[in-house]
């Protein structure tokens, strides 16, 4: 595997399941991010984590929760989820997410729909 | 507050027709701006990073430019694969996260 991967790809998911998302990168970075994407709206950054810190949470509810256990692989906890929270779900990783340029690659998303 | 705004929203060009696709930028202190392709379903994938105004990239048929105020992307002779969502985004010198635009998406027709 090279670059960032993440799965599943797509996940369809009632408002009362539970569900997480995967990402791993292999580009040996350590900074790796959460973006949300939903038509017509620039990527909303949800979490940053730096060396397995979490150093961003941009007012995300409480229903999302990411879980960061080593500097390759970022986690995404779902529950009680809102029709609302349908939208494509990205990760990236840079080299740092603290000083100098913050360069990101992304994975290919998680096309997440919930019914 | 950083801000990015991308214009047009979408351009549709015939194959071979050159255009450019413009990025305007309010950052406090530039860092860096990044241009990114999205193809449908799938995630962006890095172009360019412009550095500092007057600094220009190419990557065959794309070639990015940076002012203070703005950057374009010049697609020359365009192809029907380079068909996408072109996506800008700034890091600032206060604040090390991306922020990124809308998007211009591209179709170019055979």
């Known amino acids: 595997e090279t670059g960032v991967t993440q799965t599943p790809r797509h996940l369809v998911m009632g408002m009362t399941n539970k569900k997480s998302l995967k990402c791993e990168q292999h580009l040996g970075h350590n900074a790796m991010y959460w973006y949300k994407q939903s038509a017509k709206k620039p990527l909303e950054l949800m979490f940053v984590y730096s060396l397995e810190e979490r150093v961003e949470n941009n007012s995300v509810p409480s229903r999302f929760s990411p879980e960061c256990p080593n500097s390759s692989h970022l986690f995404l906890h779902l529950h009680t989820l809102q029709p609302e929270d349908s939208a494509l779900y990205l990760c990236?990783?840079?080299?740092?997410?603290?000083?100098?340029?913050?360069?990101?690659?992304f994975g290919p998303g998680t096309r997440l729909t919930v019914t | 507050e950083d801000q990015v705004t991308q214009s047009p929203e979408a351009l549709r060009l015939q194959e071979g027709e050159s255009s450019s696709l413009n990025c305007s930028y309010t950052?406090?202190?530039?860092?860096?701006l990044f241009w990114y392709r999205q193809d449908p379903g799938k995630g962006p994938e890095f172009l360019f990073t412009l550095y500092s105004a007057g600094e220009e990239k190419e990557k065959e048929r794309l070639k990015a430019t940076l002012t203070k105020k703005e950057s374009f992307l010049h697609i020359t002779a365009p192809k029907p694969e380079d068909s996408a969502t072109y996506l800008c985004a700034v890091q600032s010198g206060a604040n090390s996260k991306l922020t990124f635009g809308k998007g211009i998406t591209l179709s170019v027709r055979p």
């Open positions: 990236a990783s840079s080299q740092d997410s603290t000083s100098g340029l913050n360069e990101q690659y």
């Open positions: 950052v406090s202190g530039l860092r860096g």
